[in-house]
C-alpha cells in the first residue's frame, strides 16, 4: 500500500539555527498535511497542501509541496523552545490517511 | 466545544481481558477515526467510520472492533487484549473528507497498557 517515509527521525539544534524535515513517497500524493505533537500531546493540524510545487508560509515555518507531489518538506527559521516536538507528514487516499514516522525535534537553549 | 474526547486517559490490562475506549466529538464530523501509536512507527489507521452506521478497516485491524451508532460516538472495543496492543490510542474526526480539505482533529489520547 502506499507509504511515506519521513526523515530524519531526530534533530537536536541550537536555539536560533533552522530545521528541515522531508517527507518522501514513492507514489503520487494527492495532497499533504503536516501536523506538530507536543511531548505527552496529541497531533495538531498545522497545513494541508494540495498543488504541485505550493508553498505555504506560517510565520516561521515553510512549506513545500514537491513539483511531482511525490515529496514535502517543513522548515523552520530561527528555531525556538516552543518548536520542540514531533512533526508528522499525513496524506489520504480514499478515506485512509497514512502518516509518516515523524521527526522529533529537540531545541537547545 | 469541547471537541474531541477520550476517556479513559490511562489503562492497564491483563492479557485477555476486554475493553472498550470511548471517543466522543461534537463538532458533528462526519469522518472519525482511531489510530495507535507506537515508538518510531508514526500513527495507524486501526477503524474509520464515514458516518453513522459506517465503518471500515484501516491499516492494522485486528484484534479491534468499532461501531458508529450515532454521528458524536466512535467506541474502539478490544476483544482479547494483547501485550502487543500496549500503546497509545488516539481518536481523531474530521468534517467532511469528500470535502477535499483534511484538517483531523485529534483527542488527547488513551495510553493502554496490557501486562
Not at chain 2, 76 to 81: E, K, T
Not at chain 2, 92 to 111: H, I, K, M, V
Amino acid at each position: 500500500g502506499q507509504q511515506v517515509m519521513q526523515i530524519p527521525q531526530y534533530q537536536h539544534v541550537q536555539e536560533g539555527e533552522d530545521f528541515t524535515t522531508y517527507c518522501n513517497s514513492s507514489t503520487t500524493l494527492s495532497n499533504i498535511q503536516w501536523y506538530k505533537q507536543r511531548p505527552g500531546g496529541h497531533p495538531v493540524f498545522l497545513i494541508q497542501l494540495v498543488k504541485s510545487g505550493e508553498v505555504k508560509k506560517q510565520k516561521r515555518l515553510t512549506f513545500q509541496f514537491g513539483e511531482a507531489k511525490k515529496n514535502s518538506s517543513l522548515h523552520i527559521t530561527a528555531t525556538q523552545t516552543t518548536d520542540v516536538g514531533t512533526y508528522f507528514c499525513s496524506s489520504s487516499g480514499t478515506y485512509k490517511y497514512i502518516f509518516g514516522t515523524g521527526t522529533r525535534l529537540k531545541v537547545l537553549a | 466545544n469541547a471537541g474531541v474526547t477520550q476517556t479513559p486517559k490511562f489503562q492497564v490490562l491483563k492479557t485477555g481481558q476486554s475493553m472498550t475506549l470511548q471517543c466522543a466529538q461534537d463538532m458533528n464530523h462526519e469522518y472519525m477515526s482511531w489510530y495507535r501509536q507506537d515508538p518510531g512507527m508514526g500513527l495507524r489507521l486501526i477503524h474509520y467510520s464515514v458516518g453513522a452506521g459506517i465503518t471500515d478497516q484501516g491499516e492494522v485491524p485486528n484484534g479491534y472492533n468499532v461501531s458508529r451508532s450515532t454521528t458524536e460516538d466512535f467506541p474502539l472495543r478490544l476483544l482479547s487484549a494483547a501485550p502487543s496492543q500496549t500503546s497509545v490510542y488516539f481518536c481523531a474526526s474530521l468534517r467532511d473528507p469528500s470535502g477535499g480539505y483534511n484538517e483531523q482533529f485529534f483527542g488527547p489520547g488513551t495510553r493502554l497498557t496490557v501486562l
